[in-house]
């Protein structure tokens, strides 16, 4: 699946990350591999790739009815083309609770989707917070991906005030539903038992450019996961 052209086939993705879904099942060990961007955004939808990779129990929210309306985020339709006024942000929480491996790279922890209506906005600024009782240098690098695996922010790191401002300018488009989902590395000598939460805090942490009003039952924040060795 060729992702550095532009949009990928929503049906290409699901199938893909039902294809990982069975071999994280075989084996669960690969999972970290099957962690890339091509399917990225359909496999958080389902639910599969962190559940597996991180030891966490999988929360699937309703994927099998609505993955393929899901995974064509980015697409027309998405939100009420009527509404002018707003952009809607929630969380999806890929598990209820999770484990990092140490040494571990690219693991989707957390997915915010956004319903666009009917303008194109673009996010000029989004802070990302972390909380828990681990360190922000238990964390390298932390990017945040789109609907079609491609970075649209970062790489970044937590400061010592615990986050990260991505000031990358991207593109969120009209009446589109689109999904945005944040990966961390963890670091060799991350802290074992270290605990980790990421959100959203509140609409002033979201710039967009024409402004205007972010609803969303802030703060957006996802699942705990914890440090845990190889």
């Not at 991207?170 to 939460?197: R, S, Y």
């Amino acid at each position: 699946m060729n992702i550095e052209g532009g949009k990928t086939s929503p049906k290409a993705e699901v199938q893909q990350a039902r294809t990982d879904k069975q071999a994280v099942s075989a084996n669960p060990k690969q999972s970290n591999k099957l962690l890339d961007n091509r399917s990225l955004a359909a496999a958080a939808l389902m639910g599969v790739i962190a559940g597996a990779c991180c030891g966490g129990e999988v929360e699937v929210h309703n994927a099998d009815q609505n993955i393929e309306e899901d995974a064509g985020a980015g697409g027309s339709g998405g939100s009420d083309a009527g509404n002018c006024d707003t952009i809607k942000w929630s969380v999806h929480l890929l598990v209820t609770s999770g484990f990092l491996p140490v040494g571990g790279d690219n693991i989707a922890v957390t997915c915010w989707p956004v319903e666009v209506g009917c303008e194109k906005h673009t996010v000029e600024e989004l802070t990302i917070t972390r909380t828990g009782v681990g360190m922000s240098t238990d964390l390298g690098d932390v990017k945040l991906f789109n609907n079609y695996g491609q970075t649209v922010a970062g790489p970044g790191s937590f400061n010592s005030d615990n986050k990260v401002y991505y000031t990358d300018s991207f593109d969120l488009g009209a009446n589109a539903k689109d999904l945005l989902c944040l990966t961390v590395d963890i670091m060799p000598n991350a802290e074992i038992g270290g605990q980790h939460a990421f959100s959203i805090d509140s609409p002033s942490d979201i710039t967009l450019n024409p402004p205007v009003e972010v609803e969303g039952d802030f703060p957006l924040t996802g699942s705990i996961y914890t440090i845990a060795g190889q």
